[in-house]
């Protein structure tokens, strides 16, 4: 297994660790207690093991790297991960408990759908709203498209009624008096 490959599991059975390992969270004192696979797992693996990250050459580098693409592959919580069971849901009550209370307790990394995605949805949805609406109310929809194409026509004629006033009606006639 290479390191890339082992930093992959790592952070597939717990996905809070990399932020500590990368400073991006404070390291406080690891509680007495620890939960696996938990933020206090994560807390306490990395007050024990940082100073052994940062003594090996590229450790960290490569680590900071490689996690974040890590999350595209952990599996949605609700399908098995391709080495462990999915992440539990409890873990982050139970961390709250063992964990001081000014400390915030990571989250597991949920995953966002792209922008694309969203907003194909929501204007499939729109669509189909608008074909709902015409189909039972067929005047009032037809009316309130002639407003709505009215509004997008009164700019466009403004600056066409502008643009005539600057620009002579037939240019081919003023370059004939030329």
Known sequence: MNAVEAIHRAVEFNPHVPKYLL???????????????????????TFFHLQHWKRVEGAINLLHCTWEGTFRMIPYPLEKGHLFYPYPTCTEQADKELLPAFHEVSVYPKKELPFFILF???LCSFTALLALLTHYYPEPMGQSAKMILSWFYLPISYVMDKLETILPANILHQLSRI
């Open 23 to 45: 400073e991006m969270k404070s390291v406080i004192l690891p509680p007495e207690h620890i939960l696996k696979r938990g933020d206090s797992e994560a807390v306490a693996y």
């Open 120 to 122: 194909t949805a929501g």
